[in-house]
C-alpha cells in the first residue's frame, strides 16, 4: 500500500502561524497550485482490510490510499471554512525554507528538500498519480476521511509562548507557556494575562490536534 500525504501534517509541518493582523498563513517552499493526495494516516486499516477482503483483486498490486487531491490553496481554504479562521498560503521564499529545515538532520532536510522538488514535477505517486488514487478516491477502498472532515475534527487552539523579563527571581531564559482558546475578541492582546504581574514579550503559537481516535475498520 501507498499512502498520500497525511493530513496529520497539519497538526505540525504544516499548522497555521498567526499573524499580528489575526490572520493565518501555511506556508511551504511548494507552489500553491502543488497537488496532492490527501489521506488521514488513521484510515490505512481501512484500506488494508478491503485489500484483505478481497486478496485475489489486489494480490501482486501497489494500492495507492488517498481520499482527495488537493492544492496547497485548496487546503488552506478548508482549513479556513473548518475553523472560521483568515487562513492564507504563502509559498516561503528559498532562503527562509533553508531556516525552516536547519532544525533537521543534514540527511532529512536534503530528503526533505528533493521530496518537495520531485512532488512539483512529477506528482506525488508520479504523473499518473491522479489515475492510481482515483479506486481510493471513488471509495472502492472503503470509506476514508475527507479533508473537511479531518479539519472539522481538529480542536484549533492558540497558545501564547513567552520570555518573561529578568527579575532577581527568575532567570531571563525561563518560559512560560500559557493556553487559550482562540478568539479574536478576547485573547487578541498577546500581553493581556489575568493575575500575571510580571511584563511579558509574547509571540502566538497555534497548536491544532486531533481527539478523534484510529477507526476501527468496519
Given at each position: 500500500m501507498a499512502v498520500g500525504s497525511f493530513l496529520q501534517n497539519l497538526e505540525n509541518l504544516l499548522k497555521p502561524t498567526p499573524r499580528e493582523d489575526h490572520t493565518f498563513?501555511?506556508?511551504?517552499?511548494?507552489?500553491?497550485?502543488?497537488?496532492?493526495?490527501?489521506?488521514?494516516?488513521?484510515?490505512?486499516?481501512?484500506?488494508v482490510a478491503e485489500m484483505l477482503r478481497e486478496p485475489e483483486e489486489y494480490?501482486?498490486?501497489?494500492?495507492?490510499?488517498?481520499?482527495?487531491?488537493?492544492?496547497?490553496?485548496?487546503l488552506?481554504?478548508?482549513?479556513?471554512?473548518?475553523?472560521?479562521?483568515?487562513?492564507r498560503y504563502e509559498q516561503m521564499p528559498e532562503a527562509d525554507s533553508k531556516d525552516f529545515l536547519k532544525g533537521m538532520t543534514l540527511v532529512l532536510a536534503e530528503d526533505f528538500g528533493q521530496t518537495v522538488a520531485y512532488y512539483q514535477e512529477y506528482g506525488h505517486f508520479g504523473q499518473?498519480?491522479?489515475?492510481?488514487?482515483?479506486?481510493?478516491?471513488e471509495g472502492k477502498l472503503g470509506r476514508?476521511?475527507?479533508?473537511?472532515?479531518f479539519v472539522n475534527d481538529l480542536e484549533f487552539?492558540?497558545?501564547?509562548?513567552?520570555?518573561r523579563q529578568s527579575t532577581p527571581s527568575m532567570q531571563?531564559?525561563?518560559?512560560?507557556?500559557?493556553?487559550t482558546q482562540l478568539t479574536l475578541s478576547t485573547h487578541n492582546?498577546?500581553?493581556?494575562?489575568?493575575?500575571k504581574p510580571e511584563p511579558l514579550s509574547c509571540a502566538r503559537r497555534v497548536s491544532l490536534t486531533s481527539p478523534r481516535p484510529y477507526r476501527a475498520a468496519p
Open positions: 498563513v501555511i506556508s511551504t517552499s511548494m507552489k500553491p497550485e502543488t497537488s496532492l493526495p490527501r489521506v488521514d494516516a488513521r484510515d490505512a486499516g481501512v484500506v494480490w501482486g498490486r501497489i494500492v495507492y490510499a488517498a481520499a482527495e487531491l488537493r492544492t496547497m490553496k485548496d488552506v481554504g478548508i482549513v479556513g471554512t473548518g475553523s472560521g479562521r483568515d487562513v499518473e498519480t491522479a489515475d492510481w488514487t482515483q479506486p481510493a478516491m476514508l476521511t475527507r479533508v473537511a472532515e487552539r492558540t497558545y501564547h509562548y513567552c520570555d531571563p531564559a525561563k518560559r512560560l507557556y500559557i493556553e492582546d498577546p500581553n493581556h494575562f489575568p493575575d
